[in-house]
């Protein structure tokens, strides 16, 4: 069974930092596109940052560069979202989701096909 698991979520303070992982199951990461989703009530789902296969692309959303940062264990069969000096408008639930087709200037939800469950992150004082 093909499968993607968010873990890492949670309740921090403004300024504070978390790691996302999106752990994978029945296959391997390294020839997929990844991409980190998020969904706040009421909003679309709109992309975070999306790696390319091959790693040699990445892609981050205006309201996250310099802050948030994609990176990938192919080793650990794992893709991970560091999320620094973060804000109260960071507030959704993150989904991370893979994909063969290329993700270069298309980091959007209608290019993945496998999605995991999300997992909510809440910042907040």
């Known amino acids: 069974q093909l499968q993607l698991v968010e873990s890492g979520g949670g309740l921090v303070q403004p300024g504070g930092s978390v790691r996302l992982s999106c752990a994978a199951s029945?296959?391997?990461?390294?020839?997929?596109?990844i991409g980190w989703f998020r969904q706040a009530p009421g909003k679309e789902r709109e992309g975070v940052s999306c790696i390319s296969s091959s790693d040699e692309y990445t892609f981050y959303a205006d309201s996250v560069k310099g802050r948030f940062t994609i990176s990938r264990d192919n080793a650990k069969n794992t893709v991970y979202l560091q999320m620094n000096s973060l804000k109260p408008e960071d507030t959704a639930v993150y989904y991370c989701?893979?994909?063969?087709?290329?993700?270069?200037?298309?980091?959007?939800?209608?290019?993945?096909?496998?999605w995991g469950q999300g997992t909510q992150v809440t910042v907040s004082s």
């Open positions: 029945g296959f391997t990461l390294d020839v997929y596109a």
């Open positions: 989701a893979v994909t063969k087709r290329s993700v270069q200037r298309m980091c959007v939800p209608g290019r993945f096909g496998l």
